[in-house]
């Protein structure tokens, strides 16, 4: 290939990627709620005791919505299931168990696992409650509307 055909495609190539980037340059900046939800994530292990089960520390600040959790399983004979413990969130902890089926819990075993707790969105208050009822406006003898 000669000097001038690869300089043709060095610049055409240069133009494909400016125009990618000028596409894409307009879709960096995400919307969502205001404000923004609160949202911890890391990745953690812990030894499992009798039951499969591990108490897991948090800083979110408060109980946690929900917690998403994702078992990290290097062997291929290490596989187990991770779920979180239904009512076990608090403002610090929650709790995880580890399974290798439906009847086996893994017990005694560490653990490796990512976890994202995500705190409850904010509710602003409101008022279903009408000012003044419509029955207090008619009068007496004025017809109801």
């Known amino acids: ?3 001038r055909e690869k300089a043709a495609l060095a610049v055409a190539g240069l133009a494909v990627a400016a125009a990618g980037g000028t ?3 307009g879709t960096s900046g995400a919307v969502g709620p205001s404000p923004a939800p ?5 990745e953690t292990s812990c030894v499992t005791d009798g039951a499969g089960m591990c108490t897991v520390q948090h800083t979110l600040g408060a109980v946690p919505a929900v917690v998403v959790v994702s ?5 291929q004979f290490n596989a187990y299931m991770l779920n979180t413990v239904q009512g076990s969130y608090t403002a610090t902890t929650f709790k995880v168990r ?3 089926d439906q009847t086996t819990p893994k017990v005694g075993g560490a653990i490796w696992f990512s976890y994202a707790a995500y705190g409850a969105p904010i509710v602003q208050p409101t008022s279903s409650r009408l000012f003044p009822p419509p029955a ?7 017809p109801r509307r």
Do not use: E, I
């Open 98 to 100: 580890a399974m290798f």
């Open 23 to 25: 596409v894409f340059a």
């Open 38 to 42: 609160s949202v911890q994530a890391a």
């Open 136 to 142: 207090a406006l008619a009068t007496p003898g004025s």
């Open 71 to 75: 078992a990290n399983t290097p062997g």
């Open 1 to 3: 290939m000669r000097t």
